[in-house]
């Protein structure tokens, strides 16, 4: 087996690993919220945050994984100026898409820091 065919199967693995990824992030977000939904635990509206959190979360690691495998598919096969410029365009679309999943999960954007809870005061002895 050649270099390019190993890294071909490696890219191959890595896609398929971030297509599970979204699946399964996908159909345990759903099973959480319906067990939400049937047990009435926490309402309506924080099972829908939740399942959408899940949902978001699962869809960026498989964003991830879909961007490593494009990476080494492009650059350790075929390293040409018109399939890096192809995978520049991929990674700019793919990485547009998880600063956005980012903001709707998290209400921020992913280089600002997150708001610190301000530390307990100890209470005083009376």
Same mark, same amino acid.
């Given at each position: 087996?050649?270099?390019?065919?190993?890294?071909?199967?490696?890219?191959?693995?890595?896609?398929?690993?971030?297509?599970? *990824?979204?699946?399964?992030?996908?159909?345990?977000?759903?099973?959480?919220?319906?067990?939400?939904?049937?047990?009435?635990?926490?309402?309506?509206?924080? !099972?829908?945050?939740?399942?959408?959190?899940?949902?978001?979360?699962?869809?960026?690691?498989?964003?991830?994984?879909?961007? *490593?495998?494009?990476?080494? &598919?492009?650059?350790?096969? !075929?390293? !040409?100026?018109?399939?890096?410029?192809?995978?520049?365009?991929?990674?700019?679309?793919? !990485?547009?898409?998880?600063?956005?999943?980012?903001?709707?999960?998290?209400?921020?954007?992913?280089?600002? &820091?997150?708001?610190? &809870?301000?530390?307990?005061?100890?209470?005083? *002895?009376?």
């Amino acid at each position: 087996m050649s270099f390019q065919e190993s890294m071909e199967l490696v890219g191959e693995a890595v896609d398929v690993a971030g297509v599970v *990824a979204i699946v399964i992030g996908t159909v345990v977000a759903s099973l959480l919220a319906a067990r939400d939904l049937m047990g009435r635990r926490g309402g309506e509206r924080d !099972t829908y945050e939740s399942y959408r959190q899940r949902l978001g979360r699962s869809i960026l690691l498989g964003l991830e994984l879909l961007v *490593a495998a494009d990476i080494i &598919k492009t650059v350790a096969i !075929t390293p !040409t100026f018109e399939s890096v410029g192809v995978l520049a365009l991929i990674v700019l679309v793919r !990485t547009f898409l998880s600063w956005s999943l980012e903001l709707e999960i998290s209400g921020r954007w992913p280089w600002q &820091k997150e708001h610190e &809870k301000p530390a307990p005061r100890p209470e005083r *002895a009376v």
